[in-house]
């Protein structure tokens, strides 16, 4: 089954840029979402079709995919951007997330 | 504006079937493109697609789950359901709906829409 990997856990100060990856085997031919889930929350989708960001999300979030890696960047961190990231993708009609990123700023 | 809100029993017993349904307001349901989903996150855990389901009836499920999953619809109440078979502790989850949005050329645009979730244990 396809799989796709995130790293469990990213740090970044607030202001700064974060960066979250998402890999998994030709990634990059397949279009990725990634989704917000603060805690407590249902999950939110920031980016879809790997750059495109849905009305309402502030443009300091953006999002790339090329070879077998998508990321999700974060520019100009804030504390309310805190919160757990996942990727997804889909493996012909299987939806498939990633395992999930927490993105604390500290 | 578009809500989904997901009912059902929060206590199932081990072996028992789980069933849930989820209602859409505020918006057509009648979408010639859109999917309506379903996605479950055990305690502390990541997210994990169930399956799909068109207006239609189309379907689309985790093949880890496919065998003990149904996803129906009933276009009359603006609602469909979810019922998983034999559950195991396992099963204990949060369980969301959710809106998997398309383009009329089946672009993929995402699950754009949730609903808050409702945690389901599977407890004797």
């Known amino acids: 089954s396809y799989e796709l990997t995130q790293p469990p856990s990213v740090s970044v100060s607030p202001g700064q840029t974060a960066s979250i990856t998402c890999s998994g085997d030709k990634l990059g031919s397949k279009y990725a979402c990634w989704y917000q889930q603060r805690p407590g929350q249902s999950p939110m989708l920031v980016i879809y079709?790997?750059?495109k960001r849905p009305s309402g999300i502030p443009e300091r979030f953006s999002g790339s995919n090329s070879g077998n890696t998508a990321t999700l960047t974060i520019g100009g961190t804030q504390t309310m951007d805190e919160a757990d990231y996942y990727c997804?993708?889909?493996?012909?009609?299987?939806?498939?997330f990633g395992g999930g990123t927490k993105l604390t700023v500290l | 504006q578009l809500q989904l809100q997901e009912s059902g029993p929060g206590l199932v017993r081990p072996s028992e079937t789980l069933s849930l349904t989820c209602t859409v307001s505020?918006?057509?349901?009648?979408?010639?493109?859109?999917?309506w989903g379903w996605i479950r996150q055990p305690p502390g855990k990541g997210l994990e697609w169930i399956g799909s389901?068109?207006?239609?009836?189309?379907?689309y499920y985790n093949p880890s789950l496919k065998s003990r999953v149904t996803i129906s619809v009933d276009t009359s109440k603006n609602e469909f359901s979810l019922k998983l078979d034999s559950v195991i502790a396992a099963d204990t989850a949060a369980y969301h709906c959710?809106?998997?949005?398309?383009?009329?050329?089946?672009?993929?645009?995402?699950?754009?829409?949730w609903g808050q979730g409702t945690t389901v244990t599977v407890s004797s």
């Open positions: 997804q993708a889909w493996d012909d009609t299987t939806a498939v």
């Open positions: 959710a809106r998997l949005s398309y383009g009329s050329g089946k672009q993929f645009y995402g699950m754009d829409v």
């Open positions: 505020g918006a057509s349901f009648r979408s010639n493109t859109d999917y």
């Open positions: 389901i068109s207006y239609s009836g189309s379907t």
């Open positions: 079709q790997d750059t």
